[in-house]
């Protein structure tokens, strides 16, 4: 459909009364410009925090299917009380959720994948000039349970209904003006990025960037959905991610990102043998378990130690693969390590100029910081420190490649 837009706004953004009638407010002033309005919206403030907790009260391992069903409510308060809020105004409007939206994915529980999007309804309320609130982060899957798509995806909801609406653009709407060079809150002189190329956002998510979920980044640069993450609290432009020329994209690093949802998993005394390493990875591939750096010792009396990190939501799911592995390997014991937070530096100009993982490891070194695991490609550097050091290093590295606010141009302003 052409003349739409599809905006997301946050948990923060609708936290309360007042937000959620500056929210309202925000959509009214659209539509009454003609532009027609598909909004997805999030669990109030720190809701879905809250219905984790209140699970975990109940039983330290709810069902999944179950976590779904509790959880979807959280987005399903909000969608209504907008919806109420524009029709305050006077604005014509429907909420729906994830199912009614439309919005079909697997089968996976807490992590489901969107598969489709049926827009049939979403189609006909948007033609009868009405503002549709769809319910983010949820879905419906092919047995027709509620499903979610994994922390942080209200974003991905919002950039696959942009791609199936054909919106001319998909307006996050967070707590911040944008994108930032680094997490504005913990490195003050943070830079707002004006633009940034998908390919760069995915890997600024992927590493913990929690701006932007990273499927949705994925979903943005396979339907070419240009995306525009802005504040709620101002009309600031923010920051656009699209399609960039590789000349455009010639800074060596655009930023530093750093991830606490990390454990580091340690198998002792693996038998140092063919197909070892194919059995511990593909049961926890089989399980679910995402497993991002990887690394072998040398081999001592033909055993070796196996280390890698997961995401510290799989922590117990891991364990209880890595002990049957363990029995099966007759490998030592298995360790994890909670106290890890993951540091990375992200830019497509890495991969023609040698010796930026020097300076990243070198800023490191004089701030005291021990690297315990590094993995590099060809568009970053992560390393596996303490959590504790994370806030020190993330500053660091960011110092180091020079990429804050100017004091000079400020003065100059
Ligand atoms: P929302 O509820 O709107 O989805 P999130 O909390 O999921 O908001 O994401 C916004 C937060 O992401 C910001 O408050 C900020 O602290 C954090 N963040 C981490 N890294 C960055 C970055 N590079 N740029 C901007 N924000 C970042
Ligand atoms: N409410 C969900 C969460 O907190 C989804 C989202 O905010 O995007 O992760
Ligand atoms: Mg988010």
């Known amino acids: 459909m052409s003349n739409l837009i599809v905006q997301k706004y946050g948990g923060t953004s609708v936290a309360t009364a007042e937000r959620l009638h500056a929210v309202a407010e925000r959509i009214a002033r659209k539509r009454s410009e003609g532009v027609g309005v598909a909004a997805v919206v999030s669990?109030?403030?720190?809701?879905?925090?809250?219905?984790?907790?209140?699970?975990?009260?109940?039983?330290?391992?709810?069902?999944?299917?179950?976590?779904?069903?509790?959880?979807?409510?959280?987005?399903?308060?909000?969608?209504?009380?907008?919806?109420?809020?524009?029709?305050?105004?006077?604005?014509?409007?429907?909420?729906?959720?994830?199912?009614?939206?439309g919005i079909r994915t697997d089968q996976v529980h807490t992590k489901a994948r969107i598969r489709a999007v049926e827009p049939k309804r979403l189609i006909r309320e948007l033609e009868a000039g009405k503002?549709?609130?769809?319910?983010?982060?949820?879905?419906?899957?092919?047995?027709?349970?509620?499903?979610?798509?994994?922390?942080?995806?209200?974003?991905?909801?919002?950039?696959?209904?942009?791609?199936?609406?054909?919106?001319?653009?998909?307006?996050?709407?967070?707590?911040?003006?944008?994108?930032?060079?680094?997490?504005?809150?913990?490195?003050?002189?943070?830079?707002?990025?004006?633009?940034?190329s998908y390919g760069e956002m995915l890997e600024l998510a992927s590493l913990g960037a929690a701006v932007l979920q990273p499927r949705a980044v994925e979903v943005a640069a396979q339907h070419k959905v240009r995306v525009e993450v802005r504040s709620s609290f101002n009309?600031?432009?923010?920051?656009?991610?699209?399609?960039?020329e590789p000349m455009e994209q010639d800074v060596v690093v655009v930023g530093v990102t750093h991830d606490r949802?990390?454990?580091?998993?340690?198998?002792?005394?693996?038998?140092?043998?063919?197909?070892?390493?194919?059995?511990?990875?593909?049961?926890?591939?089989?399980?679910?378990?995402?497993?991002?750096?990887?690394?072998?010792t040398t081999s001592q009396q033909e055993v070796t130690d196996?280390?890698?990190?997961?995401?510290?939501?799989?922590?117990?799911?891991?364990?209880?693969?890595?002990?049957?592995?363990?029995?099966?390997?007759?490998?030592?014991?298995?360790?994890?390590?909670?106290?890890?937070?993951?540091?990375?530096?992200?830019?497509?100009?890495?991969?023609?100029?040698?010796?930026?993982?020097?300076r990243m490891f070198g800023a490191l070194a004089r701030e005291g910081v021990n690297i315990q695991v590094i993995s590099t490609s060809e568009i970053k550097v992560s390393c596996l420190i303490a959590e504790e050091e994370v806030e020190r290093a993330v500053r660091a590295v960011h110092d180091e490649f020079e990429l804050g606010e100017d004091p000079e141009m400020e003065r100059r302003e």
């Open 306 to 358: 196996m280390i890698f990190s997961i995401n510290r939501d799989d922590r117990v799911h891991a364990l209880e693969i890595m002990e049957r592995v363990r029995g099966e390997l007759d490998a030592g014991p298995v360790e994890t390590d909670e106290g890890v937070a993951k540091v990375s530096i992200v830019g497509a100009g890495m991969v023609s100029n040698p010796g930026v993982a020097a």
């Open 43 to 101: 669990a109030r403030g720190d809701m879905t925090d809250e219905l984790i907790r209140q699970a975990h009260e109940i039983t330290d391992r709810p069902p999944r299917r179950e976590m779904d069903m509790l959880l979807a409510t959280g987005e399903q308060i909000s969608v209504a009380l907008l919806a109420m809020a524009l029709d305050r105004r006077g604005v014509p409007a429907i909420s729906l959720t994830g199912a009614q939206g």
């Open 235 to 244: 009309h600031n432009p923010g920051t656009v991610v699209e399609e960039m």
């Open 261 to 296: 949802n990390v454990a580091k998993v340690t198998l002792r005394r693996v038998p140092d043998q063919p197909g070892v390493a194919h059995r511990i990875f593909s049961a926890l591939a089989e399980g679910g378990v995402n497993v991002d750096v990887i690394v072998q």
């Open 131 to 196: 503002v549709v609130i769809v319910a983010g982060f949820q879905g419906m899957n092919e047995v027709e349970d509620i499903t979610t798509l994994g922390r942080g995806g209200s974003d991905t909801t919002a950039v696959a209904l942009a791609a199936a609406l054909g919106a001319d653009v998909c307006e996050i709407f967070t707590d911040v003006d944008g994108v930032y060079t680094a997490d504005p809150r913990v490195v003050p002189n943070a830079r707002l990025l004006p633009r940034v």
